[in-house]
């Protein structure tokens, strides 16, 4: 086995300790690179959180504008609908008035002919 000197042992060691050292400075570097990659996948969830709480909120607004929307809606529909029962009703009810009148005056006129022709 050939010897090897001091110097190259000192040498050899410096060098062990010199990659070790590196080999350190490379994990750590890896663990913060990791480590921002964490740090910035989680500040764009939380950005993309915020963006998705903004997007519920618009569409809570939304829908609460469509549910209003629906009662005014359905309100005037009903309003429409008394409204034109209504308006049946009194058209029915001056038909029938008329036509009692009308039955009103013809008995009249029957009785009051009658009346002439018994003279």
Known sequence: M????KNTQFKG???????????EKQAIAESDTAWDD????FNESKAYAKQLEHTLSDKV????????????????????KIDSLQ???????KELRLERQTVKHCQTKIKQLE?????
Request: aromatic share 8%.
């Open 115 to 119: 009346e002439q022709m018994k003279c």
């Open 87 to 93: 308006k049946k009703y009194n058209e029915r009810y």
């Open 38 to 41: 964490l740090w910035s996948n």
């Open 61 to 80: 607004a939304e829908c609460e504008k469509l549910s209003s929307d629906l009662q005014n809606s359905l309100q005037k529909l009903q309003q429409f």
């Open 13 to 23: 060691g410096q060098l062990d300790a010199a990659r070790h050292a590196k080999s």
């Open 2 to 5: 050939p010897r090897t000197s």
